[in-house]
């Protein structure tokens, strides 16, 4: 089957840099895990922003510079970064129009089987993301493992896996 694995942003500025949190810390290990063992394609994104983020709509509504392109905190973490073996997709915003067309243009020439997100932020990029797919594939399955996810609440985090469900994508715990 032609399953997909999303690792989104898993990146240095989300786990302990400008906006980490313990639960991003503490999802390293089972994202690790998770990629290892996935059978299929793994794809990563990454947050991009430019020397002008202040500037932008996100940088004045969240007014703390972070994964400004080529530096430290814009880095996918190390351990997980050893693991990918195909370019990162660097998106500019919350959800990846990228990505989702990407992903639909392949499954029109050869059907996905599923697609699993994981990884950060759960309230923010993740939900984005795992939204923009439903939309452009309303059939392929869509399931986010939450084991292997973190918000930037633990509230907002469990708000987002609800919203996910009443959307008719499949939320796990593995």
Known sequence: MNDILIVV???NDFIDGALGTEEAE????RVLEKIRGFEGRVIFTRDTHFDNYM???EGKNLPVPHCIKDS???QIRAELDELRTEPAIDKPSFGSVELSTML?????EKPIGSVTFIGLCTD??????AMLIKAAMPEVPVIVDAACCAGVTPESHN????AMKMCQIKVINQ
């Open 9 to 11: 942003d898993m990146q």
């Open 26 to 29: 503490a999802i390293v290990p």
């Open 55 to 57: 500037d932008t709509q």
């Open 72 to 74: 430290e905190g814009w």
């Open 104 to 108: 639909a243009r392949e499954n029109a």
């Open 124 to 129: 923010i990029c993740v939900i984005s993301n």
């Open 159 to 162: 708000n987002a896996l609800e």
